[in-house]
T-cell receptor, first 113, second 110 residues
Framework: LAKTTQPISMDSYEGQEVNITCSHN???????ITWYQQFPSQGPRFIIQ???TKVTNEVASLFIPADRKSSTLSLPRVSLSDTAVYYC??????????????FGSGTRLQVQP | NAGVTQTPKFQVLKTGQSMTLQCAQD?????MSWYRQDPGMGLRLIHY???????DQGEVPNGYNVSRSTTEDFPLRLLSAAPSQTSVYFC?????????FGPGTRLTVT
């Protein structure tokens, strides 16, 4: 399984763009990169997923370089409600490969007013 | 759709007791999984299932059993509770690319 490394914590201010980078040096060919958000006392919530290049949805963008050994979650114009822990997961999501998807320690984002 | 539901929300056990944490989903997802999350830590995978009748171990399976007799239900059994199993337990289901998590069960073993 591809191991992931993220910063333990980050601080930002409301209205700023936040970029959280995840390293996954031993990512396999079939692995996808998925990011989750978790608020205290709640289960994680899916944010975004990608395989290569750039993916954008209504809440975030995901940048993946050509070698796929890292990825960056970008949150535009954060607000206080974005204060949470963000997890990067790497794993094979094919029908035959959807096995032990594991979470790393996550990045604790604190947004200040 | 209720999504993923877990019962109970809270449970206190004495060392050596057994119990079953219930998890159900109404989205017809084949993949289901159980995680535990200790204070200030990330989630660790206990067991998972890729369909009815098929289960496999995650990274921390010791002390836990699972079964998957139906697509909807994936109960987690603690055979003989130990204080080290004090944690928050999350169940999740997935149609493929994203996992939907339940609200969690907070378990304390004294």
């Amino acid at each position: 399984l591809a191991k992931t490394t993220q910063p333990i914590s980050m601080d930002s201010y409301e209205g700023q763009e936040v970029n959280i980078t995840c390293s996954h040096n031993n990512i396999a060919t079939n692995d996808y990169i998925t990011w989750y958000q978790q608020f205290p006392s709640q289960g994680p919530r899916f944010i975004i997923q990608g395989y290569k290049t750039k993916v954008t949805n209504e809440v975030a963008s995901l940048f993946i370089p050509a070698d796929r050994k890292s990825s960056t979650l970008s949150l535009p114009r954060v607000s206080l409600s974005d204060t949470a822990v963000y997890y990067c997961l790497v794993g094979d999501l094919s029908d035959t490969g959807r096995r032990a998807l594991t979470f790393g320690s996550g990045t604790r984002l604190q947004v200040q007013p | 759709n209720a999504g993923v539901t877990q019962t109970p929300k809270f449970q206190v056990l004495k060392t050596g007791q057994s119990m079953t944490l219930q998890c159900a989903q109404d989205m017809n997802h084949e993949y289901m999984s159980w995680y535990r999350q200790d204070p200030g830590m990330g989630l660790r995978l206990i067991h998972y299932s890729v369909g009815a009748g098929i289960t496999d171990q995650g990274e921390v399976p010791n002390g836990y059993n699972v079964s998957r007799s139906t697509t909807e239900d994936f109960p987690l059994r603690l055979l003989s509770a130990a204080p080290s199993q004090t944690s928050v337990y999350f169940c999740a289901s997935s149609p493929g690319h994203e996992q939907y998590f339940g609200p969690g069960t907070r378990l304390t073993v004294t």
